[in-house]
């Protein structure tokens, strides 16, 4: 896919997110979510900053580098610490005016995003990204925190073709997920075969490098798992070989500190 399709693809991930927030009440706003300490507020507030980020790293890399800085300096001072960073400023806006502010922090992501070719590289949190892992990084955001935000007011979003690039993105991440660990990125293949919301399989890995350890299922559960948005054992993944199952119970798609996925909320004798 090139650029202009996935930057496409991005605002109708966006779009499809505003298309729940849109009709909710001010209470809803409120509403805490999964992510601890979290509301649907600071959900959407977490996009707005990042995107309004994004943005800036495309336009001015060293204007960006000076802010990156100011969020890792203020996250070492408490737990909230960063939060109050990234959330503050949107927290004290009233909900309409918090709809209205991501809207705008995504148009600023688009029209920097439209400058973009295709081999140029754009500073990030962790390393450098490839323009297109990068747009794919922000459709991966906004599906994954939409996932929270869905799960918390009980709205349903039909998996679409938008899912591949989150898979993608979960599959390349691999050894981030362990070197972001401070843990040596293991060797050897993992093979992943997808079952995508029309009915096609998509495939990632080597067969042959990767042994018996293999990752197979719905594209859906797959990406809740590399997002963290669910355990593996609450999913239909079948997961076999020791690398796979490692890689299942940590991994981490996206940039930042390490964190552990939610809780198993179910026994599964067989995993």
């Known amino acids: 896919m090139n ?6 693809d991005l605002l109708d991930e966006q779009q499809s997110l505003d298309e729940i927030v849109a009709p909710l009440d001010d209470r809803d706003w409120d ?4 992510s601890p300490r979290w509301s649907v507020s600071d959900q959407i507030g977490h996009l707005r900053h990042f995107d309004r980020a994004a943005a800036l790293a495309i336009r001015d890399p060293e204007a960006f580098s000076m802010e990156a800085r100011k969020l890792t300096e203020a996250s070492q001072v408490s737990e909230t610490s960063g939060d109050d960073f990234t959330l503050g400023e949107f927290r004290r806006l009233a909900p309409a005016e918090r709809l209205e502010a991501w809207r705008q922090g995504r148009a600023e992501l688009a029209e920097a995003a439209g400058t973009l070719g295709e081999r140029d590289r754009v500073k990030w949190y962790g390393p450098s990204m490839g323009a297109k892992s990068f747009v794919t990084a922000r459709l991966m955001e906004a599906w994954a925190h939409g996932t929270d935000v869905c799960d918390t007011v009980g709205a349903q979003r039909e998996p679409t073709h938008r899912l591949r690039h989150v898979a993608q993105l979960g599959y390349i991440t691999r050894a981030w997920t362990y070197i972001n660990r401070g843990e040596p990125a293991p060797e050897g293949d993992v093979r992943v075969e997808l079952g995508a919301p029309a009915g096609e399989t998509w495939t990632w890995g080597d067969a042959g490098a990767a042994g018996d350890n293999t990752v197979a299922g719905p594209a859906l559960d797959f990406c809740l798992v590399v997002t963290q948005r669910r355990h593996v054992a609450d999913t239909g993944l079948e997961v076999a070989g020791v690398h796979a199952v490692d ?14 996925g939610p809780a198993m909320n179910r026994d599964r004798s067989e995993w």
């Open 3 to 8: 650029l202009a399709d996935l930057l496409e």
């Open 31 to 34: 509403l805490p979510t999964p």
């Open 247 to 260: 890689w299942m119970s940590k991994a981490q798609a996206y940039a930042g500190p390490p964190t552990d």
